[in-house]
């Protein structure tokens, strides 16, 4: 790029710097879009991608970028990071929300794009929520991220490698941006209130205990934090601008306060996820503390019982048995006598099936058996095994020299096979040494004793 290119783009840069500082002094915008950085210094979090010496941080001290995907929870800094990249790489900026964009105007940003491109400037398509964009959509962008027209941005709140298609993660990096911690967001408080255009010509001050609260109730997410913070100061502040936050200010805010949780979104499953493996893990308390992040946020208790009826024969399994029992009286309870007595049934089910042993040889058994089934020949079933109501049959062998358990000492016809030949010596169910499972185990080397024993095996 020349020399003349770049002066005017710098002048263009400080033309938009200028509209930011004069939107600063705008009383009406949030305090989220009047604290928002431009700058890498300025940035609040995500120091495990943009702290000196990491790779993204000097790659835009060198005025470097690629393409990538932003993924993270709401409110951490995905928008605000890809401004500051654009400005960082003087490149140009377009911004798409796949909320509201379709292919039309995909086409007008590449046009845009290519226009920027025969004057000398990079262009940075960003688009937010891209996982709201169907697979045509996705692609569309591929050729043009190939041949260098955009360096694309896309910011997501969901799994990427759920929500993208490969063709378009292969062309991009991820970087997956985290919740703002205590000391970051407390930083944010202070900077709002001292550094902010508007809040610092007031005289506001914060108790420590209202602070704790106010940060514990955003949740990591700084523009939630920011907007409780100015909902605050605008329904409390005084007449001569002296205000001083306490706890009592943020309680009556939390009231108002409702949990993320989207059953279509990754929470919900992050949530029933950590429920499974913490009933599975044998840590009741745990599995207590999910089960109600669960209920708080809205969810289906029925949905945690139906859950329970799989833990109970995925990670129990005969190791005891009457887990199956147990989950199923709760389902059944809470669909008898509804939510209050019918949630605590269900909490009582997860702390019983966290505490049980815990076996999945069953469960591997049964995956093991559907393979060979699905798999292997469609051996045929002996003849002994077979009934004969046709003396045709009869005539067959069908059903010739089948021994009767109950004819046999403890009911058992030592030696005798009921595999095909092909699989006599299949195993696929072996007992741990847990629970029922070892009265379980105890009785097939029983059995397996009588049959190294036995004088007439079948094969």
Request: some cysteine; hydrophobic content about 40%; proline content about 4%.
């Amino acid at each position: 790029m020349s020399d003349d290119l770049f002066a005017i783009f710098d002048k263009e840069l400080e033309l938009q710097k200028q509209q930011v500082q004069e939107q600063n002094f705008n009383q009406y915008a949030p305090l989220a879009s009047r604290m928002r950085p431009t700058c890498l210094e300025d940035y609040i979090g995500q120091s495990h991608l943009i702290a000196k010496g990491k790779p993204l941080y000097e790659a835009l001290q060198q005025g470097q970028c690629f393409s990538m995907i932003l993924w993270g929870p709401p409110g951490v800094g995905k928008t605000t990071l890809s401004l500051i990249v654009a400005k960082s790489v003087k490149a140009k900026l377009i911004q798409l929300s796949a909320v509201s964009s379709g292919v039309k105007d995909i086409k007008a940003a590449i046009e845009q794009a290519n226009a920027n491109l025969r004057q000398g400037f990079r262009t940075i398509l960003f688009v937010d929520e891209v996982h709201r964009f169907n697979k045509a959509q996705q692609d569309a962008f591929l050729p043009y991220i190939e041949d260098g027209t955009i360096i694309f941005i896309g910011a997501t709140t969901e799994n990427p490698s759920f929500e993208l298609n490969n063709a378009l993660l292969s062309r991009v990096v991820v970087y997956v941006l985290q919740k703002l911690s205590y000391d970051e967001l407390s930083k944010l408080i202070n900077s709002a209130l001292n550094k902010d255009k508007i809040l610092a010509t007031y005289q506001i001050s914060i108790d420590e205990k209202a602070k704790d609260a106010l940060i514990m109730l955003s949740d990591g997410d700084a523009r939630n934090l920011l907007n409780n913070l100015d909902l605050i100061i605008d329904s409390n502040l005084k007449a001569d601008g002296k205000l001083h936050i306490d706890l009592d200010m943020v309680k009556n805010l939390a009231l108002q306060h409702v949990p993320k949780y989207d059953k279509g979104a990754d929470i919900y499953y992050d949530l029933i996820s950590a429920f499974h493996k913490s009933v599975r893990g044998s840590a009741p308390q745990a599995a207590l503390y999910w089960y109600c992040r669960i209920l708080q946020a809205g969810g289906d208790p029925l949905y945690v019982a139906r859950r329970l009826l799989a833990i109970a024969t995925e990670d129990i399994g005969l190791a005891d048995p009457s887990a199956m029992t147990i989950a199923i009286n709760a389902y059944d309870i809470y669909k008898r006598v509804g939510a209050a007595e019918g949630e605590r049934a269900i909490a009582l089910a997860a702390v019983y099936l966290s505490l049980m042993p815990k076996s999945n040889k069953l469960y591997t058994a049964f995956n093991l058996a559907k393979e060979d089934a699905k798999n292997l020949p469609s051996y045929d079933v002996p003849l002994y095994l077979r009934n004969a109501p046709t003396k045709l049959m009869q005539t067959l062998g069908y059903h010739e020299g089948y021994r009767y358990a109950h004819d046999y000492p403890n009911a058992y016809a030592a030696g005798e096979c009921f595999m095909p030949q092909e699989l006599k010596d299949k195993v696929y169910y072996e007992p741990s040494n847990r629970g029922l499972e070892q009265k379980l185990k105890d009785k097939i080397d029983f059995l397996k004793a009588q049959d190294d024993k036995a004088t007439n095996k079948r094969y």
